[in-house]
């Protein structure tokens, strides 16, 4: 139980265009999930909450409108970087909160890579 | 804001080996998290800790918190090439209705030469 499904899985794109990442919870509600951002032999850095029915919220440094997050059910969260530029070439992840809660763990989406071009 | 400080950041042992891979907190933690992964692939759960003093294990991976729950170790018997990958600690932040947040400690990427 508690599966996130995230797609694409990989995604090539042009400088200037935007693409959707997709992420969603299988097998349960989610009112929660969680947006991260990895860059080459580095951790995973939180970018964001996702919140549904409400919006998101971001980490210091995170910018709200080159990220688009929308929660608009329970069990679907998309993260969408708008006007793509090379630099936000990098691993996307998102996770959420399984129903038995935080101290069950966190489940976590497969990953999408994003390269721009 | 709550930091999460990891050691070492690489680990290259030979197979058979036992290895120990720490992480301490800037602040009390509510929860202790240990992940494993492949670079460019999911996170695989490994183990949560919440109690002071508390330990676990899973086949030869053993995890454990300090009493004063702000130090983390994970420790590795007789390791074996399928236990090479990045290592990370996990915060958790306790939000409303049961959630909150997560954050990372640095990672240890940990080879295992045959």
């Known amino acids: 139980g508690a599966v996130v499904s995230q797609h694409p899985s990989r995604v090539i794109c042009k400088s200037g265009t935007s693409v959707k990442i997709e992420c969603r919870s299988l097998d349960f509600q989610a009112t929660t999930m969680f947006w991260y951002r990895q860059f080459p032999k580095q951790s995973l850095m939180l970018m964001a909450t996702?919140?549904?029915?409400?919006?998101?919220?971001?980490e210091q440094g995170v910018e709200k409108d080159k990220f688009l997050i929308n929660h608009a059910s329970l069990t679907l969260s998309t993260l969408t970087v708008t006007s793509a530029h090379p630099e936000d070439s990098s691993f996307y992840i998102c996770?959420?909160?399984?129903?038995?809660?935080?101290?069950?763990?966190?489940?976590f989406g497969s990953g999408t890579r994003l390269t721009v071009v | 804001s709550q930091e999460l400080e990891q050691s070492p950041q690489s680990l290259i042992v030979q197979e058979g080996k036992n290895l120990t891979i720490n992480c301490t907190s800037s602040?009390?933690?509510?929860?202790l998290y240990w992940y494993k992964q492949k670079y460019g692939e999911g996170l695989i759960f490994l183990m949560m800790l919440q109690k002071g003093g508390e330990e676990k294990s899973h086949e030869k991976i053993t995890a454990k918190l300090d009493e004063k729950k702000q130090q983390s170790s994970l420790h590795i018997t007789a390791s074996q090439p399928s236990h090479a990958g990045i290592y990370l600690c996990?915060?958790?932040?306790?939000?409303?209705?049961?959630?909150?947040?997560?954050?990372f400690g640095q990672g240890t990427t940990l080879q295992v030469k045959p």
């Open positions: 996990g915060a958790a932040t306790p939000g409303s209705g049961n959630t909150g947040k997560l954050i």
């Open positions: 996702s919140n549904e029915g409400s919006k998101a919220t971001y």
């Open positions: 996770s959420a909160v399984p129903p038995q809660g935080i101290y069950r763990g966190y489940t």
């Open positions: 602040k009390t933690l509510y929860g």
